[in-house]
Structure formats: C-alpha cells, structure tokens
C-alpha cells in the first residue's frame, strides 16, 4: 500500500475518561502508529492520521447522516434516514477509510506529487480534519 490510514486518538485521554488506566495503556496501540509511521516514512509512504473529532462511530456510511445520541455502550444502531443497520466498529472503519481517502485526494491535488512519481520520503505524517484540507 502507498499509504496507511488510521484515527488520531489520545491513547492518554482515553485512559483516563474511561477509568481503563493500565489495560489501555498497556496495549500498545501508541507504541503501533509510532513504529508504523517509522516504517511507512522510510519506505516513502504515507501514515493519513483522521482527525479523533471525525464523527467516525457516527455517521452513516451510506447516507452521511449524523447520529448524535450514540452511546458507548450501543455496538449496533439504525439509522433514521435510510434505515440502515450498523455495526458500530465496521461503520466506524468504514468512515475513517473514506475520510482517509479524502484527505489524500486533497493532498494528491494540492501537491500532485504522486502523479509526478516524485518520492514522498520527505513528507511528514499528515494529520487531516473535515473541516480543513492538510497542507504538505
């Protein structure tokens, strides 16, 4: 893959608020965007990192309505507007691959550096919102 695209999360912030201290901590997950983003920036490639405010959990995939009263505790919800059922991670990974892919859109249209061939060695890890296109 030229890129890899994961959510920006506070592994720290998520510790805390959660009361899950040294489980989540222990995890690793950190320790994994870190060593991924070495490896990806040596061989060239991208690590898109989505915004950790992206609705992800809350928007439907399909129709890209908003549902706010989501619940930690709710794994599987409806979505009022088209009536679609999902599952709250695969939706969420499903949004974040598409907001992923956006970002690298503007990027591959702000930089046009891959339609150049030329070697993304240099580019350092983008961190993307909805609102905002990241700059190079």
């Known amino acids: 893959y030229s890129s890899v695209i994961v959510e920006d999360i506070d592994m720290k912030e998520i510790s805390a ?13 950190g320790i994994l965007r870190r060593l991924l983003d070495y490896k990806l920036l040596d061989q060239g490639k991208l690590l898109i ?9 809350k928007l439907c995939s399909y129709c890209h309505n908003i549902y706010d009263n989501l ?10 507007v088209c009536n679609t059922e999902h599952n ?6 499903t949004n974040i691959k598409e907001e992923g ?10 930089s046009n550096r891959w339609a150049n ?4 060695v240099s ?3 983008l961190v993307g919102t909805s609102q905002e296109a990241p700059t190079s």
């Open 117 to 120: 061939g030329v070697s993304l």
């Open 123 to 125: 580019m350092p890890t």
């Open 49 to 57: 990192k989505v915004n950790k405010w992206f609705p992800s959990s």
């Open 17 to 29: 608020h959660l009361h899950l201290g040294k489980a989540t901590m222990d995890n690793g997950f």
């Open 101 to 110: 892919l956006r970002i690298l859109e503007v990027i591959d249209n702000k």
């Open 71 to 80: 619940k930690l505790d709710e794994r599987t919800w409806t979505c009022s």
């Open 88 to 93: 709250r991670d695969i939706n969420a990974a």
